[in-house]
Structure formats: C-alpha cells, structure tokens
C-alpha cells in the first residue's frame, strides 16, 4: 500500500487512513514525500533540507515500512535534471548515514522523453544510477508525466532497464557514478526543454508475440552496451 503527505510538509485525513488501515491490517506501506524546487522548499539546498524533513515525516506520522523520498521540479517537466539528480542524492546520503531506513528511490521515473527514445534511456538511467549508488531502492520504471494523457504509453522493456541499469551500477564508487551520471547528462540536458514525445506500446511491441519490435530492441542493447563501455557491469 502507498500513502504520502501533501507536498511540502503537510498531511491529508485520506493519506492517515492508509497509514492507519495498514497497520492494523499487517500491509507493508509505502510512504513517500516529494520536496519542490521553486515550491515553498525555495532553493535548490532547501529542497534537499525538505526531501530529508519529508522521509521523517513518513516515517512519524505515517509509520512507514519502506520510505521514498523525493522531489520535482516546478517548471521542468522531468524528474532527472541537474539539481535533482542533485537535491535526491544528498538526501539519500543523508539518510542512509545517519538511519537504517529503507529507502526506495523513484529518480529515474518521470523523464522528459518518452518511451522508445533514445534520451528516455538516458534520463532514467541517470536517475537510477545516482538513487542506486546513493543508497536507494529504484522502482516504478514505467512512470511518466503523460500518464492519462496518452493511452498505452510504457512497455515492460522500460522496467527491465530499471532493473538493468540499477543492478549494473551496484558497487560503483560514487566517483565513479558521479562520472557517468555527468556523461548522460551531456547527451539529454539541452533538450529537456523539447523533449521526444516517444512511442505509445502497441508502436514498440509486436502484439502477436508480445515482444519488442526490432528496432527497439536493438536501441535497447545498444544503449547497454554504451552504458558498459561506461563503466555498468551486466549479466552476460
């Protein structure tokens, strides 16, 4: 179950609930916080100070088994630039130095491009890599901010990048993450602003055989074995 406060630093009676329905019950809950740039966190720093503040919220008021900590961006549509690849890391260090939390991390989740593009690869694993090496648990690999916009507009091959890259980063100094997050950056950062819309599913899978299409496919291994030559180790 998944229950989270009201951005920034608040709670609503539904989210309390969850949280209350969930204990009684035994369900494992999920509770997550997202901080704002440009919200009322301000600054970039404060969004890191609220992101942190927001994960001993869900934990206080929401007894939350596993935490997620996160933040956006008030005006660009992506969940991977700059400062809150930034903003996720410090906050993820934070707590894990400092508690034994369980910490899931939705970094690599909402990019700009869609599905199918050679930049939604990019953005999500930039996201992944730095929540990975920091210490977080990525998940939800599908998730945009199209979502109910557009119909069919993810694909499993998605999520099986998620787990790819998130376990391929496993290990990696945060030197040498830092590294690799700063190279993707250099490919997608000027055009997070325009952004490919991408490819709805049934554009990206064969629905006969329910399997990718080839040329997905092979955008899909060719951007692995880019993300090899850059330092991610995977499963031959």
Not at 109 to 118: E, I, K, L, Q, S
Not at 167 to 195: Q, T
């Amino acid at each position: 179950m998944n229950t989270s406060g009201i951005s920034e630093m608040k709670i609503g009676y539904d989210d309390l609930d969850r949280s209350a329905y969930a204990k009684v019950t035994g369900i494992p809950l999920q509770a997550g916080h997202v901080s704002i740039i440009g919200g009322f966190s301000g600054s970039t720093e404060g969004a890191a100070i609220v992101c942190v503040a927001g994960a001993l919220q869900c934990l206080l008021a929401h007894c939350g088994d596993l935490i997620n900590p996160s933040a956006v961006h008030s005006r660009v549509r992506s969940a991977v630039t700059r400062d809150l690849i930034w903003v996720r890391s410090l906050a993820l260090q934070a707590l894990n130095q400092n508690s034994s939390l369980i910490l899931a991390a939705t970094g690599g989740d909402h990019p700009a491009a869609g599905p199918g593009t050679r930049q939604y690869f990019y953005e999500a694993a930039a996201g992944f890599i730095a929540c990975t090496v920091c210490g977080g648990h990525p998940l939800e690999g599908t998730r945009k901010f199209t979502v109910g916009k557009k119909e069919n507009f993810g694909s499993p091959l998605e999520s099986r990048w998620m787990g790819e890259v998130s376990k391929g980063s496993a290990g990696l100094s945060r030197e040498k993450a830092n590294e690799i997050v700063k190279y993707l950056l250099g490919k997608y950062e000027a055009n997070l602003e325009n952004a490919p819309e991408g490819f709805v599913f049934e554009e990206l899978y064969d629905l006969e055989k329910m399997k990718p299409r080839t040329a997905y496919l092979d955008l899909y291994k060719e951007l692995r074995d880019e993300m090899a030559e850059e330092g991610l180790s995977f499963n031959p």
